[in-house]
């Protein structure tokens, strides 16, 4: 199978813009699971488990919390001073978020060196392999290059197909299992529960983030002869006040200072590290609850002198996460705030479950004032019929404000409210990333710089 012919082949003076646009158009879908194409390129390319070498690799696979899981546990590893790469999806505003070593991003030139390799070797191997296929072998072949002696890998899609999956991990994390992409993992806990094991190796441990386990999980525990370690069964946290929080196991506690992430996630992390053979001190781990931050999870802002929650929960569980911190968030902010309102800039791809996402947002009780409502800028995306169609299932139609687009929604939302006011954006990355792209951007109606 050839590379189809859309547009020519970059070159290693071609910028990284040109490289993504090419490596987008070489195969025929977008998702394409299974290791059979990708497996010979990261042969040829020398990626196999020897790339790694002596580099101790984290794999987190899970429906929810993948993004905060492994921005917590590279940030703890930095923190300890080892060189720690660190892989995940997609990215928000720039493709170099997804690639970095160090807390950094790598440079256009790095990938741009990376995507010629692996682009000679699918070449050679007569294949096509998908975007995500490239981009991460190319992160991959960053990382080995660069002698990292930590990887921190975020699974894209399930496990066992995913090309993340070609890199034999030392520590297994499973955040949590939900129903979530059902076209390529099922539509029940146990099958997904199965692609998502498929990390595992012989005799690693296992991090399981939640305290319910599907036996499918619990079968390849016992296929591997792993050692497993499970939240609630082998350790848990407790909130003590508002900045402190402690974790507990067997055999420590720990009362450590609350991170601007998840707690749950954050617990699953430092459960990992744990249990790992690193050298990781308590000061380290305390240095990187205070620092780490991930754009998009709860990502509270003031923009455009409005306060922004940036949220990209897109299915239940990940709405269940975000409401659990935007509930005190609100209550906090109306007690300072008498006369705020909230309002929801809000769209959703359409292979999810959408009416989960809205009639849970609803439950909440939230005084949720408008919702400003676009379709996303992708093939997948839900149009606004099937978005309003929801909508108009739990919430007053005249509080339902439609626009063309992201750009055009999050100026109006500006716009109509007022300084006291919260605005939060929630549904997709692809929502988060057209809106803090639309607030960044010079020629938007609203004209504001991001700001921390």
Not at 167 to 181: C, R
């Amino acid at each position: 199978m050839s590379a189809l012919s859309a547009s020519p082949t970059p070159t290693a003076h071609s910028d990284l813009g040109a490289w993504l646009d090419y490596i987008y158009q070489i195969h025929v879908s977008a998702i394409d699971m299974g290791l059979s194409r990708v497996t010979p390129v990261a042969q040829k390319l020398g990626l196999t488990s020897t790339a790694k070498k002596d580099a101790y690799v984290f794999t987190v696979a899970g429906t929810n919390g993948k993004g905060s899981t492994t921005a917590t546990i590279a940030a703890m590893c930095q923190a300890a001073g080892y060189k720690t790469a660190l892989y995940q999806s997609p990215h928000l505003i720039d493709f170099n978020e997804r690639v970095r070593i160090d807390g950094q991003m790598v440079s256009d030139a790095e990938l741009i060196a990376a995507f010629a390799k692996v682009d000679a070797a699918r070449a050679e191997c007569d294949v096509t392999l998908s975007f995500f296929e490239m981009t991460t072998l190319a992160a991959f072949l960053i990382f080995a290059e660069a002698h990292c002696d930590v990887w921190v890998l975020e699974v894209g899609l399930g496990g066992r197909l995913d090309v993340v999956n070609i890199i034999d991990p030392d520590m297994a994390v499973i955040t949590n299992i939900g129903i979530d992409h059902v076209d390529w993992l099922g539509d029940n806990v146990e099958s997904i529960g199965a692609e998502k094991a498929g990390i595992l190796r012989d005799g690693i441990p296992l991090i399981f983030g939640s305290d319910k386990m599907p036996k499918s999980v619990q079968a390849r525990i016992d296929a591997h002869q792993s050692t497993a370690y499970q939240a609630e069964r082998d350790y848990t946290h407790q909130v003590i006040d508002e900045t402190t929080w402690q974790y507990s196991s067997s055999s420590v506690t720990l009362r450590l200072p609350r991170p601007t992430l998840s707690l749950i996630n954050t617990t699953n992390a430092l459960s990992a590290v744990l249990a790992s053979p690193l050298d990781i001190s308590t000061d380290a781990i305390e240095h990187a609850l205070q620092t780490v931050r991930l754009a998009g999870r709860f990502d509270n802002r003031h923009i455009a002198g409005r306060d922004w929650v940036f949220d990209v929960a897109h299915n239940e569980e990940g709405v269940r996460f975000l409401l659990a911190q935007l509930v005190p968030k609100w209550q906090a902010h109306v007690e300072n705030k008498p006369n705020a309102r909230m309002h929801l800039l809000f769209s959703m791809l359409m292979d999810k479950d959408i009416n989960t996402v809205v009639t849970s947002l609803k439950a909440a009780g939230l005084p949720i004032a408008s919702w400003y409502v676009a379709p996303i800028d992708h093939p997948r995306a839900a149009e606004m019929t099937q978005l309003v169609t929801v909508l108009d299932k739990h919430v007053d139609s005249s509080s339902v404000h439609t626009f063309d687009g992201l750009p055009q929604a999050t100026a109006a939302i500006i716009q109509d409210s007022h300084a006291d006011d919260l605005l939060v954006a929630c549904g997709s990355f692809h929502t988060i990333s057209e809106a803090l792209t639309a607030l960044s951007t010079d020629d938007t109606p609203t004209s504001a710089m991001l700001s921390a």
